[in-house]
């Protein structure tokens, strides 16, 4: 019934579930080896997908602005700007470096107002218009953006007239929808005349 909905709000419920599957499971006399058989093989090739291979970019994205920050020294003038859904990555927690990091911000409505858009939301809603008004002059650009694959077609101007190159890509998910990609892009502003194509 809360307005706000998250998978830790059920996880008290757990321990009285797992009481009843195992007294279910103990009164079956006939399937009692194949119902187990099944449930412990599906329950693990969906844990070994999910633990290692679904939704897996923002976590390597992370891994790697953090090999760029300890392998390069050139990267201490570095700076961070992760154009995606509100809590997509790990941020500081995973990086450990003191780089200079953005993400599209988006408090919880304190207000009460029935219309109210975050940062995130007014974002998505005209990706290409906000990063024209966000960054109106080249010395507040970031050197680093990392974005989802379904963003890049959006806001491929941005980033053809501000000089970012796509420089690494990682796999996220075989499942995208709505602004979560197949994929996370990290581009990178090169200088004029050190742009090369992709």
């Given at each position: ?21 195992g007294y ?108 024209y008004k ?47 990609g197949s ?16």
């Amino acid at each position: 019934m809360l307005s706000h909905k998250e998978f830790r709000f059920i996880y008290p419920v757990l321990p009285f579930c797992m009481v009843f599957c195992g007294y279910s499971l103990n009164h079956l006399k006939t399937w009692k080896k194949p119902a187990l058989s099944f449930l412990f093989l599906s329950n693990m090739l969906l844990a070994l997908y999910t633990g290692l291979v679904h939704q897996r970019g923002t976590l390597d994205v992370m891994t790697h602005i953090q090999e760029l920050c300890y392998n390069n020294s050139s990267k201490s003038s570095a700076s961070l700007f992760v154009m995606m859904p509100c809590h997509s990555t790990p941020y500081y927690s995973h990086v450990h470096y003191p780089l200079p990091m953005r993400f599209l911000q988006c408090p919880p409505d304190l207000t009460g107002k029935s219309q109210y858009l975050d940062e995130a939301d007014i974002f998505y809603l005209n990706p290409l218009n906000w990063l024209y008004k966000e960054f109106h002059n080249d010395s507040t650009l970031p050197t680093h953006l990392i974005i989802f694959s379904v963003l890049e077609e959006d806001i491929s101007a941005f980033l053809i007239s501000s000089n970012y190159e796509r420089t690494a890509v990682f796999f996220h998910t075989h499942l995208p929808e709505g602004r979560t990609g197949s994929h996370v892009y990290v581009y990178e502003r090169k200088l004029k005349g050190k742009l090369s194509r992709r």
